[in-house]
């Protein structure tokens, strides 16, 4: 920051008071002394001025930042910001400027976003600066470099400043930057070599092809680390939705075809939740999250005691008398709450992505899915292998009889575990809310992968329907970029077809005696 | 096989006296083979008896279904195999006919192309796909239209049962595979009309399809193949091999362990009903006058179960009953209020398998038995 002034300082106002009617040298010693001001709103204020967005009112003379929009100039005021209605366009007059202004404008922007306090400033301000600087900015930036701590704003100084100098004459500047730039992986530092191969055969050109191969190389990884991160995301998307299913399928197993339509609770009851708390969307998951438990698992135990229990033993039955619930319950949403997708608003914590580098960026939310998936699973794999309920869960499942001559309430238990895996789907439609629209469609669209997933993985093995899930879901989106998305669902459902000929029991099948009956 | 022809007759008539509700049903396929075109053709319009032409493609419809139903039946009743995904073989089947059809249309189509059917005009595309060659043949459809789900049952069943998938995977997988082919079929570059499918169908054989006459003989047709796949079905249920085929339904391995090649027998009922669906399916699209991907959704499949559950599985009666009953139903519901309907139908897979496991077939059979009981019990009382 520059120090002092010489003459006293002024408030903003009144420079920009005397900037409206000024001659052109005047203004350039104004906007010097805007510089030195230690008014925060003036970055922001110059930037408009440089954009032509700053106006003043001819009635009265006061200073607004204006945006057009269909019905007049929507203005604020520059200094405050706050609103000051909407406006005819004549009504304005704007702050004139020639080039030379300009320029010194585009200086002093620089210099003060590069030596501002804040760092996600100063980091904008650079990420602003590449690709279109000028010589004057590369001045500043060559100055602010000096100061600058942060590690990471300093190589984006850097290139910015290498993007300047791989322009210039002198060949050696030219070799020194294009090393700098083979580095970097902003779009702009690629486009910029793309440039200087194009020269002819020089070393330049040379150097610039070698920089070019290695970015390249560097996009790539880059590339299929993103489709795995998407695979990911998906595998999780899948491993939340078979779980449940792998609960109820595989330790029970009851086929629930109604798991989907559970999920689609879940999920109409985060709609629900963000309805009732609107102002606190930002919480509402964690409203949600616990809610969908609850209500999907009182909707299973409800099936399990009012249906499933009199079809214990006859599977097929079991999958027609749940495919009949999944309609009641899509008719049912259909009618309480229209036909028609309702969105789900995300949580702000939730959107935005995180930038690894200029490459490589992961969307939060598919972030947040893939760890909640990981909790959930683990949460689930400890009730079953920790608490006296999952003891009681796999005695059933093992040996009913046995365990009922222990003093277990098999009746209860199945109740229990069912609701766990329909409190599970819930849960799982909380996450599937975030990721697509909330419609009575939802749960046929995963009730089949999930099926698959949990047959893939081995009926009655938590493990394995996490490595089918996973694996599925990374396959299936390094298939996508080749054949497509439709048809590489397709060959996903035909490789799995052809795999269950060869594993009819999935890749980790169980063992004894319990299998054959 | 050295049978005579007297011995044909026998087992015939043996079927014929046997079976109650095949007689029932092959008097009533009679009346309305003849009735309809009668009440349709040469009853005026107006009268009170008149038939009109909707109600015939509605008839129509449910005998296809019917047909359908019978060949679930078959793999589901008889052989234990539940398929969720016989609708598949029924919508190819469907498509086979669907592509004859559309070749018929030729220059009378949008754009007035001789030779490509009008959706691949409008994708730009300059020749036919190999797969559209012979499709302008009646003979060569029908062979498809028999070729296609039969190969593709075969295939499919080989894999499986070879395998042993069984119970529930295999209803899985069959379902997976239903939603594959929907998903293929919905894409515009599979040169089956992607979304909309096949439609604009203008005539069959030279028949205008739009003429009543037209589709009172696709009626007649449809009743006479019906008879016919159920005698032959009930033929094939009765014959030795079903008599295996329902071994293999209560006690598979012990079937195995008697000698009898359990996938063999499993891969021919399952491949022979696929063929049915197909030829359903074939019937089915002259009279509607459309096919699209969405007969291939898992849902139609499922439905097509719970027809079969309504009815009585293993009764090829109640498969034909089933159909007709709950098909009725859903026109009926969807007619006044079609938001009722899933409620309607889901509340059905719910009742039925809990209440009637052996569906309407074993509810009369309940009445009956009881009827008699009384009446044995009353006769007995009138005795003394």
New interface residues.
């Given amino acids: 920051m520059l120090p002092f002034c010489v003459h006293a300082q002024r408030d903003a106002a009144t420079v920009l008071a005397e900037l409206r009617d000024a001659e052109f040298d005047v203004k350039s010693a104004l906007i010097g002394e805007l510089e030195s001001s230690s008014d925060h709103a003036v970055l922001a204020l110059l930037k408009a001025m440089l954009a032509g967005d700053l106006y003043y009112l001819k009635d009265g003379g006061r200073p607004v930042l204006g945006s057009v929009s269909d019905e007049g100039v929507v203005v604020r005021d520059a200094l405050t910001g706050e609103q000051a209605g909407v406006v005819d366009k004549r009504e304005l007059k704007k702050f004139t400027l020639n080039n030379t202004l300009r320029e010194q404008l585009r200086a002093v922007i620089a210099r003060l976003s590069l030596n501002s306090n804040d760092r996600a400033m100063r980091r904008a301000a650079v990420k602003e600066l590449i690709g279109n600087m000028g010589e004057t900015q590369a001045e500043q930036v060559r100055i602010s470099i000096a100061a600058e701590k942060d590690h990471e704003i300093r190589s984006l100084m850097e290139i910015a400043i290498a993007l300047v100098e791989a322009g210039s004459n002198d060949e050696a500047r030219q070799l020194s930057a294009i090393s700098k730039l083979s580095d970097s992986l902003e779009p702009a530092a690629l486009a910029r070599l793309k440039q200087l191969s194009d020269g002819g055969d020089g070393e330049v050109s040379q150097a610039a092809n070698r920089a070019i191969a290695q970015i390249e190389g560097r996009l790539n990884l880059y590339a299929s680390a993103e489709t795995v991160f998407f695979g990911l995301s998906l595998g999780s998307v899948l491993l939340l939705s078979a779980i449940g299913l792998a609960i109820t399928f595989g330790v029970m197993g009851v086929?629930n075809m109604a798991h989907g339509e559970l999920m689609m609770i879940g999920a109409y009851t985060t709609y629900v939740v963000q309805l009732l708390m609107p102002n606190t969307i930002d919480y509402s998951l964690f409203v949600a999250v616990p809610l969908a438990f609850i209500v999907a698992g009182l909707v299973g135990i409800g099936i399990e005691r009012g249906?499933i229990r009199?079809?214990y033993g006859r599977?097929?039955?079991?999958?027609?008398?749940t495919?009949?619930?999944?309609?009641?319950l899509?008719?049912?949403v259909?009618?309480i709450f229209s036909p028609l997708n309702r969105s789900v608003a995300t949580p702000s914590w939730m959107s935005g992505s995180w930038e690894i580098n200029p490459a490589l960026s992961l969307t939060y939310n598919r972030l947040y899915i893939i760890i909640f998936s990981l909790f959930v699973f683990a949460a689930l794999l400890l009730i079953l292998k920790r608490t006296a309920l999952g003891l009681k869960v796999r005695a059933v499942s093992q040996n009913r009889q046995m365990a009922q001559a222990m003093g277990v309430r098999s009746g209860w238990v199945d109740a229990m575990t069912f609701g766990l895996g329909s409190g599970i789907a819930g849960v799982a439609g909380v996450a599937l809310s975030q990721l697509t629209n909330v419609g009575p469609n939802l749960g046929?669209a995963y009730i089949?992968d999930s099926?698959?997933v949990v047959?893939l993985g081995g009926v009655g093995n938590l493990w394995g329907t996490f490595v089918a899930a996973m694996s599925l879901g990374v396959f299936n989106k390094l298939m996508e970029p080749w054949v497509g998305a439709?048809?590489a669902?397709?060959l996903l459902?035909?490789l799995?077809?052809?795999f269950?000929?060869?594993r009819?029991r999935g890749l980790f099948p169980q063992r004894g005696r319990v299998v054959e009956s | 096989m050295n049978t005579s022809p007297s011995q044909y007759q026998s087992i015939l008539a043996r079927l014929y006296s046997s079976d109650r509700g095949g007689r029932i049903l092959l008097q009533i396929l009679l009346a309305l083979a003849i009735a309809v075109p009668i009440l349709n053709l040469a009853v005026p319009e107006g009268a009170a008896l008149h038939l009109s032409t909707y109600t015939v493609t509605l008839l129509g419809k449910y005998l296809c279904f019917a047909l359908l139903a019978i060949a679930l039946d078959l793999v589901w009743g008889y052989c234990g195999i539940?398929s969720l995904g016989h609708a598949a073989f029924f919508a190819l089947g469907g498509y086979a006919m669907g592509m004859y059809l559309m070749r018929q249309i030729g220059e009378r189509g949008v754009y007035g192309n001789p030779e490509l059917p009008d959706f691949m005009v409008f994708l730009n595309w300059t020749e036919l796909p190999w797969y559209w060659y012979g499709f302008d043949q009646f003979w060569f459809a029908v062979l498809m239209v028999l070729l296609v789900p039969g190969m593709l049952a075969y295939v499919?069943g080989y894999?499986?049962f070879?395998?042993?998938?069984t119970?529930?995977?295999l209803?899985?997988?069959t379902?997976?595979?239903t939603?594959?082919l929907m998903?293929?079929f919905?894409?515009n570059e599979m040169g089956f009309g992607g979304n909309n499918g096949l439609t604009d169908f203008k005539d069959i054989l030279g028949f205008a399809l739009h003429e009543d006459a037209t589709r009172v003989a696709l009626f007649v047709i449809t009743c006479v193949v019906l008879a016919a796949g159920y005698l032959l079905s009930s033929f094939i249920v009765r014959s030795k091999m079903g008599r295996v085929v329902v071994a293999i339904r209560d006690a598979e391995s012990r079937a195995r362990f008697c000698g009898y090649r359990v996938e063999s027998y499993k891969l021919w009922i399952f491949t022979f009903s696929a063929v049915l669906a197909g030829v359903a399916g074939a019937l089915y699209v002259p009279q509607v006058g459309i096919i699209n991907p969405s007969e291939f959704s898992?849902?139609n499949s499922?439905e097509l179960?719970?027809w079969v559950?309504v009815g009585g599985r293993g009764s090829l009666f109640g498969a034909v009953l089933g159909a007709v009953v709950v098909n009725y139903a859903k026109t009926f519901f969807t007619g006044f209020a079609p938001?009722v309907w899933?409620?309607f139908?889901?509340?059905?897979?719910?009742i039925?398998?809990?209440f009637l496991?052996k569906g309407l077939i074993g509810l009369f059979d309940q009445v009956k038995e009881k009827v008699l009981a009384h009446r044995r019990a009353g006769g007995g009382e009138a005795g003394l």
């Fill in positions: 086929i249906v009199f079809l599977p097929l039955e079991t999958l027609l008398a495919f009949g619930i999944s309609l009641i899509q008719q049912a259909r009618t046929q089949i099926f698959l047959v439709v048809l669902k397709i459902l035909v799995i077809i052809l269950i000929q060869k009819p | 539940l499919f894999l499986a070879r395998s042993r998938v119970g529930v995977y209803s899985i997988i379902q997976a595979l939603y594959a998903l293929a919905f894409r898992p849902l499922i179960v719970v559950a938001e899933l409620f139908l889901g509340a059905l897979f719910i039925v398998t809990i496991p």
